[in-house]
């Protein structure tokens, strides 16, 4: 918020892809909105106008075109989105979505995403009531928007490996947020009696290589120089998988072992210089993104669901097969598909001036 106020949202928008428009819509017209949704019948919340289905049990809806919905500043109060969309995505840019993401009490985090492969889409998540970090917000790798290879890139090395104590989820939102890790390469020289300790070491086999997972003995962890988490690479020029089949033949040689082995870095030194979780969010505040930048839905920590609006735009090129939409557009009702396109209307309309956000008696005509 900060930033966006120092170099204005639009800049930092271009600069990292995420930027915040603190109390950007009215309160009261959201907390209509809030009202007036959980007030639809849960049936026709997520049946008749199910939107989707997204990760990790969020439930999608898309608003009715009904008050008090139609009568939503699509662009701001003033249109104040319109300058960045246009400069975004070109003054022909369209309405995608209107629609509203419930995270239930309890549910759980999600892994580090991006909604489209390919630039000329943006989202703006409008929480319909004030969030903090403990209530599902969003979690967002400033800047990565620019890689489109990024996201391969992350899963690639989280399959790899992690950090200690580290899943590979939370291995792929520390690099989607700047925290890349290098493995150090040491070497341990072991007599036959470290190699005998070996037995004591847990190790799961990755390849040709060995994973340390645990030590069965105090010496074996004391004596060995090795830590959990480390790799080893290979034995006296044996890769570890062909060393573990000939370590005990090679053990009446009484030679040294020269083991090679990758070790990661502690964990609590690794930075995320790059995150930026959406929270604390007070009610009008919005957090405008590109659709691209790698993020993610925290978990719900509250004991009450917590309820967002999103609002998706694209560039009138968007290719529609890249659409985040487009598996939502295909399996929606007809009465779903109906209030979509009555929005998008609206949405030109108030781009050429036709309609006002304040206009609300010609909206409810429309409707």
């Known amino acids: 918020k ?3 106020k120092q170099k204005g949202a639009s800049r ?35 049946q008749t106008f199910k ?26 109060p003033s249109n104040e989105l319109q300058a960045l969309l246009s400069e975004a995505l070109g003054a022909d840019f369209e309405l995608e979505s209107a629609l509203v993401i419930t995270v239930e009490a309890g549910t759980g985090a999600q892994n580090a995403h991006t909604d489209t492969e390919a630039l000329g889409s943006i989202s703006v998540h409008i929480p319909l009531q004030p969030i903090d970090e403990h209530m599902a917000p969003l979690g967002f790798g400033l800047g990565t928007f620019r890689d489109e290879g990024l ?28 925290g890349w890790a290098e493995r150090t390469e040491i070497n341990l020289d072991w007599n036959q009696d470290q190699v005998d300790l070996f037995k004591n070491v847990e190790v799961q086999g990755i390849g040709r290589r060995g994973r340390i997972t645990g030590f069965k003995s105090d010496a074996a ?10 790799e080893i690479l290979g034995v006296s020029g044996m890769s570890f998988k062909n060393w573990m089949i000939t370590k005990d ?3 009446e040689l009484g030679e040294k072992s020269s083991v090679s082995v990758l070790r990661p870095p502690d964990r609590e030194l690794i930075s995320t ?34 309820h967002a609006l999103y609002l998706n735009f694209m560039c009138a090129t968007f290719p529609r097969n890249l659409s985040p939409d487009r598996g939502a557009i295909r399996s929606a009702t007809e009465q779903c598909l109906r209030a979509r396109h009555l929005f998008r209307e609206r949405l030109r309309r108030l781009k050429t001036g036709t309609e006002t956000s304040v206009d609300h008696a010609a909206s409810a005509h429309r409707a």
């Open 2 to 4: 900060d930033l966006c």
């Open 12 to 46: 930092v928008f271009r600069d990292y892809g995420v930027a915040v428009f603190p109390q950007l819509f009215r309160t009261q017209e959201l907390s209509k909105v809030l009202q007036a949704f959980v007030a639809i019948p849960k049936e026709e919340r997520w």
């Open 51 to 76: 939107f989707g289905n997204l990760r990790v049990k969020r439930l999608t809806s898309h608003l009715p075109y009904a008050e008090p919905f139609s009568h939503l500043p699509l662009l701001g």
């Open 151 to 178: 996201f391969d890139s992350i899963g690639e090395t989280a399959r790899e490996w992690t950090l200690v104590g580290e899943t590979g989820m939370e291995a792929r939102k520390r690099m989607a947020a700047g």
């Open 221 to 230: 962890e004391k004596l060995l120089g090795l830590r959990i988490g480390d």
């Open 249 to 251: 033949a090679l053990s």
């Open 273 to 306: 210089p790059d995150l930026f979780i959406g929270a604390p969010l007070l009610l009008g505040d919005a957090v405008v993104y590109n659709s691209r930048t790698l993020h993610w839905g925290m978990a719900n920590e509250a004991k009450q669901p917590r």
